[in-house]
């Protein structure tokens, strides 16, 4: 899993993230994420699919980014203007854009920013909801 390693490291110091900050986001030991960047050879330690997944959301990341696959995206002209705003405007990663793209309600899409920018908050602010169901 060398090159999944590699692109956390790189995509961490892309965002100006220290280990303490991603390992918090991510809900992993920050001595696991030292121990994972450090390790090297065949003594490297493999993250699981779980591991893999809370540190591309943490990094904003798809975890086929952190596998350096590569993944289709939606066709910039499949996105409608209202979504390319908000995500021009917000900074959001290309993979929630894809995300939300696909998000429609009775057949309609949102169209306008602020109607984007509020779901895309309501789906972030949701998360925590995730871990006490656990």
Not at 95 to 118: C, N, T
Request: proline residues 4%; without cysteine; aromatic residues 6%.
């Amino acid at each position: 899993m060398p090159d999944a390693v590699a692109q956390i490291r790189r995509f961490r110091k892309e965002r100006n993230l220290n280990l303490s900050e991603l390992a918090a986001e991510a809900s992993v030991a920050k001595s696991y994420l030292s121990a994972l960047e450090s390790d090297e050879g065949d003594t490297q330690r493999r993250p699981s699919a779980e591991t893999l997944y809370r540190l591309a959301n943490a990094l904003g990341v798809a975890v086929s980014d952190l596998l350096g696959r590569s993944v289709e995206q939606t066709d910039v002209s499949q996105i409608p203007q209202s979504l390319r705003d908000f995500a021009a405007a917000s900074g959001i990663p290309r993979a929630d854009v894809d995300m939300l793209v696909s998000i429609k309600f009775r057949g309609d899409q949102p169209e306008s920013m602020e109607r984007w920018e509020y779901i895309y908050r309501a789906i972030k602010l949701s998360k925590p909801m995730d871990k006490s169901q656990q």
